[in-house]
């Protein structure tokens, strides 16, 4: 069943997903409508599950990580090493920000931080290569970002 969203819906939740620290007075203020009445209808949107989660976005850079490499790694023999195996050691790597497991040349690919370019050559030969199973790696580094607005706008 999907939930039905009115306009109002969107731009609560367009507000929200720019700024998650929104307090329900500040909501209420954008919406046009009374605090209470905002406050339902968040807790209407939690209810159904629309929420994945709330986060702070922390700077990398101010906080020394300088560099963002997106890895492709194709694991080298699946029959002898489980999805789950590479996915539990490659998640206790912390430089290891994102895990997806995708569909195409690549079994999985990865968005590691380093603090510069030496940091991530050191975190790829002593952390990632050393992972079970791992055969092929394809590393692309981020010289750029820019936020694109999510499905609502």
Excluded: C
């Amino acid at each position: 069943m999907s939930l039905e969203l009115d306009d109002l819906d969107r731009k609560l939740l367009r507000a929200l997903s720019r700024d998650a620290g929104l307090s329900a007075g500040a909501l209420a203020r954008r919406l046009g409508l009374s605090q209470p009445a905002t406050w339902r209808r968040v807790r209407r949107l939690e209810e159904a599950g629309v929420f994945a989660g709330r986060r702070v976005l922390l700077d990398r850079e101010a906080l020394g990580f300088g560099v963002t490499v997106f890895l492709g790694v194709k694991l080298a023999a699946k029959g002898r090493v489980s999805l789950q195996d590479f996915e539990r050691a490659v998640s206790a790597i912390p430089e290891v920000q994102v895990i997806e497991h995708v569909l195409g040349h690549y079994d999985y690919r990865l968005r590691v931080t380093a603090r510069d370019l030496p940091d991530f050559e050191r975190v790829l030969r002593r952390r990632l290569m050393t992972l079970p199973g791992v055969g092929e790696v394809e590393a692309n580094v981020l010289l750029s970002e820019e936020r694109r607005p999510g499905p609502l706008g």
